[in-house]
């Protein structure tokens, strides 16, 4: 089982960026897959998540700025991120069905 997160890296604030997260190992077109991200000195929380069907959810602070989707074909999940905010600067982990877990990947916004 892999889960390989991409497309984090370096933005100004009100920049985008598109996250992706390849998977294999899973039957990644019934499982529920969300992002999460973890901030120096916080705990891991929630960003989004996406079922099997296409129901969406997210967390607040993203809610308007954040869109996940995923593409069953490719097995991969995405996270367009746009108007990005300092306080989106965490590192961004995919997750499938809330405990299998990738690498992780870094986003850094500069104000």
């Known amino acids: 089982v892999q889960l390989q997160a991409s497309g984090g890296g370096s933005v100004q604030a009100g920049g985008s960026l598109r996250l992706s997260c390849a998977a294999s190992?899973?039957?990644?077109?019934?499982?529920?897959m969300a992002w999460y991200r973890q901030a120096p000195g916080k705990q891991r929380e929630l960003v989004a998540q996406?079922?099997?069907?296409?129901?969406?959810n997210y967390a607040d602070s993203v809610k308007g700025r954040f869109t996940i989707s995923r593409d069953n074909a490719k097995n991969t999940l995405y996270l367009q991120m746009n108007n990005l905010k300092p306080e989106d600067t965490a590192v961004y982990y995919c997750?499938?069905?809330?405990?299998?877990w990738g690498q992780g990947t870094q986003v850094t916004v500069s104000s």
């Open positions: 997750n499938s069905q809330g405990f299998l």
């Open positions: 996406i079922t099997s069907g296409g129901t969406t």
């Open positions: 190992g899973i039957i990644f077109r019934i499982n529920v």
